[in-house]
């Protein structure tokens, strides 16, 4: 499985776009790039997942670079409730190992 | 998307009694369903994998006799934390993946188990 670096915390404010970036260097060929958001004492919530390129949802963008070595992960136009910890997880979609985790904390 | 419960929700025991906490796909079958354990301010850390009708897959460090875990259907699997300490005093989640094309998993509510 690859390993994945995150930074571990990340500051913004209300109505900013938060960019959180993951460096994922030995992704192999078949991993898919997941992220996954936490909120305290709750389980991990889905948010989006890519093989390359760009992938676009209703809450998010995920942006893959043609390496694959690193991936973006795009909220827009934040607010007070996505103060969580996002989660940068590869793999081939069975068993997921949790990396450290970015904490994003969002002011008014 | 699918849904995951979990029960109980929260649980405080005595040390040295057994606890268990169960697991459902509620609208899924899951073939394979997983466990982890969480400590504050910490990430998940994956305990075991557990596949339908079959024995459990434990992480390295994992005690199997402590934790038991029991996948007897496809939309149900428990976790009995046996002579509970309190250092098992943790946050266990669960998640189900189905077993489309996808292979998505998704994750319970999480149990919050204090040993007393």
């Known amino acids: 499985l690859a390993k994945t670096t995150q930074p571990i915390s990340m500051d913004s404010y209300e109505g900013q776009e938060v960019n959180i970036t993951c460096s994922h260097n030995?992704?192999?060929?078949?991993?898919?790039i997941t992220w996954y958001q936490q909120f305290p004492s709750q389980g991990p919530r889905f948010i989006i997942q890519g093989y390359k390129t760009k992938v676009t949802n209703e809450v998010a963008s995920l942006f893959i670079p043609a390496d694959r070595k690193s991936s973006t992960l795009s909220l827009p136009r934040v607010s007070l409730s996505d103060t969580a910890v996002y989660y940068c997880?590869?793999?081939?979609?069975?068993?997921?190992?949790f990396g450290s985790g970015t904490r994003l904390s969002i002011r008014p | 998307g699918a849904v995951v419960s979990q029960h109980p929700s929260w649980v405080i025991c005595k040390s040295g009694t057994s606890v268990k906490i169960e697991c459902r796909s509620l609208d899924f079958q899951a073939t394979t369903m997983f466990w982890y354990r969480q400590f504050p301010k910490q990430s998940l850390m994956l305990m075991a994998t557990s596949n339908e009708g079959s024995k459990a897959t434990y992480e390295q460090g994992v005690e199997k006799d402590k934790f038991l875990i029991n996948h007897a259907s496809l939309t149900l699997s428990t976790l009995t934390v046996t002579s509970a300490h309190p250092e098992d005093s943790s946050f266990y989640i669960c998640s189900a993946m189905t077993s489309g094309g996808y292979n998505e998993q998704f994750f319970g509510p999480g149990t919050r188990l204090t040993v007393l």
């Open positions: 030995n992704i192999a060929t078949n991993d898919y």
């Open positions: 997880l590869v793999g081939a979609r069975t068993k997921i190992i």
